[in-house]
């Protein structure tokens, strides 16, 4: 009994322990500053396509910052739910994760071919969170 009682005293201390996390940014900014751009840069990478190691190093980059993004999203209080909002940036987590590695291969391809998953992560979220979206 002792023992469950002093588990249970941990646990509490725990989750009453401070976050070393310091959000600075809101979602919206977020989305604005952070996510948009890396996600518009994959999604039209056709327009300026990487020609030589430093433009795929600045594409690597940009499919990091969006998969990481996802991570930022559900810290602390801008998670709005541990249902539908982890689903939704659990697709984009995969989404920015796999043109990540296509950026580290330069596989333009394969990026394009992330175009509708890409989407879809972005338009499933936002049918859920944004009011009137689509409408």
């Given at each position: 009994m002792r023992i469950l009682g002093l588990?249970?005293?941990a646990g509490v201390m725990i989750a009453q322990a401070p976050s070393p996390f310091q959000p600075v940014g809101n979602v919206s900014e977020l989305m604005v500053d952070i996510i948009y751009p890396a996600s518009d840069a994959l999604f039209y990478i056709e327009r300026n396509p990487p020609k030589n190691d430093h433009d795929w190093n600045v594409i690597r980059g940009t499919a990091l910052t969006l998969a990481e993004s996802g991570n930022l999203l559900l810290m602390g209080n801008r998670a709005r739910?541990?249902?539908r909002w982890v689903k939704d940036t659990k697709l984009m987590i995969d989404a920015g994760t796999a043109a990540f590695k296509a950026a580290?291969?330069?596989?333009?391809q394969?990026?394009?071919?992330?175009?509708e998953?890409?989407?879809e992560s972005c338009t499933s979220c936002h049918r859920h969170y944004r009011p009137n979206y689509g409408k």
């Open positions: 588990m249970l005293l739910d541990q249902d580290q291969k330069k596989d333009m394969a990026i394009l071919d992330l175009n998953q890409l989407s």
